[in-house]
């Protein structure tokens, strides 16, 4: 019997960061089989997603112009447009300017 398709996701760092910081994601898909085609999509309620030039899984969104508040990153796994498996982390934005 095939294990389910899972998919984690990691915000980093995990606790919170004032507006104009970067948040990096990383996501963490398991049980994709070796031959399969597999796609990622990454939705946030901030705003646009950026992916990385050196990985597929990690992703990264600029904080800038961002108001306090609890936003949340969406990322979807499809697999042979047959397999499919969602996960959602949340970050927040506290006052303050961006760390120097």
């Keep these: 019997?095939?294990?389910p398709l899972t998919l984690g996701i990691c915000v980093i760092?995990?606790?919170y960061v004032r507006a104009g910081e970067i948040?990096?994601?990383k996501l963490f898909p398991r049980n994709v089989p070796w031959h399969a085609r597999a796609r990622m999509?990454?939705?946030s309620s901030s705003g646009?997603?950026?992916a990385s030039r050196w990985s597929k899984r990690?992703?990264?969104i600029d904080t800038t112009g961002l108001a306090p508040g609890m936003y949340s990153v969406k990322a979807?796994?499809?697999v042979d447009y047959a397999l499919q498996a969602d996960a959602v982390a949340t970050f927040l934005i506290i006052?303050?300017?961006a760390r120097v």
């Design 23 to 25: 948040i990096r994601i």
């Design 41 to 43: 999509f990454l939705a």
């Design 76 to 78: 979807h796994l499809e």
């Design 13 to 15: 760092p995990p606790s």
């Design 58 to 60: 990690r992703f990264s």
């Design 95 to 97: 006052a303050g300017s």
């Design 1 to 3: 019997m095939r294990k």
């Design 48 to 50: 646009p997603v950026m």
